[in-house]
T-cell receptor, first 111, second 116 residues
Framework: EAQVTQNPRYLITVTGKKLTVTCSQNMNHEYMSWYRQDPGLGLRQIYYSMNVEVTDKGDVPEGYKVSRKEKRNFPLILESPSPNQTSLYFC??????????FGSGTQLSVL | AQSVTQLGSHVSVSEGALVLLRCNYSSSVPPYLFWYVQYPNQGLQLLLKYTSAATLVKGINGFEAEFKKSETSFHLTKPSAHMSDAAEYFCAVSGRSGGGADGLTFGKGTHLIIQP
């Protein structure tokens, strides 16, 4: 089954403790992206990747890092999380011209 | 730069009534436009997309949207609302390349409430 898999589904952490949210897709998509969703703000793009080793900043990249060492994986790294990064995060992928496939989301709380 | 404005953060309609969710966009290049739906505790699902073919686009679950260039609008409609339509709806425009290859710029969303 074609899917985008994010882990974990829920995460509670404390300020400053490094964390990684994983994202994997099994559709051989070139393009992958991370979004955060906040009430009243909709979805905002954090980072995206056009292919392996090719990443670029989205609209709200501050405080986040990504890497794309393999085509299927696109982890989101928070080196020193802060409470304003409490949010619902979505990973998405697609091939050129196709629709975006979204993961089920990761609800992150930073205390 | 591209942007999307969704008018109304909450829209309430009666079951069986017409659903109209408004979306206006700005784009310096011919846009690709999308409507996504998000059910509670789920990710986003594509309802329909406009990619410069027919201006009236039909999607899943009886939804359709009409691209009106003169009004820079892409409103979503459904003739008769069903209780299962209650969800968050997002309008989106294609990203920096203008060709649909990049990410999407989303509106802030409209929460659709269906009254019995």
């Amino acid at each position: 089954e074609a899917q985008v898999t994010q882990n974990p589904r829920y995460l509670i952490t404390v300020t400053g403790k490094k964390l990684t949210v994983t994202c994997s897709q099994n559709m051989n998509h070139e393009y992958m992206s991370w979004y955060r969703q906040d009430p009243g703000l909709g979805l905002r793009q954090i980072y995206y990747s056009m292919n392996v080793e090719v990443t670029d900043k989205g609209d709200v990249p501050e405080g986040y890092k990504v890497s794309r060492k393999e085509k299927r994986n696109f982890p989101l790294i928070l080196e020193s999380p802060s409470p304003n990064q409490t949010s619902l995060y979505f990973c998405a992928s697609r091939s050129r011209g196709e629709k975006l496939f979204f993961g089920s989301g990761t609800q992150l709380s930073v205390l | 730069a591209q942007s999307v404005t969704q008018l109304g953060s909450h829209v309430s309609v009666s079951e069986g009534a017409l659903v109209l969710l408004r979306c206006n966009y700005s784009s310096s290049v011919p846009p690709y436009l999308f409507w996504y739906v998000q059910y509670p505790n789920q990710g986003l699902q594509l309802l329909l997309k406009y990619t410069s073919a027919a201006t009236l686009v039909k999607g899943i679950n009886g939804f359709e949207a009409e691209f009106k260039k003169s009004e820079t609008s892409f409103h979503l409609t459904k003739p008769s609302a069903h209780m299962s339509d209650a969800a968050e709806y997002f309008c989106a425009v294609s990203g920096r390349s203008g060709g649909g290859a990049d990410g999407l710029t989303f509106g802030k969303g409209t929460h659709l409430i269906i009254q019995p």
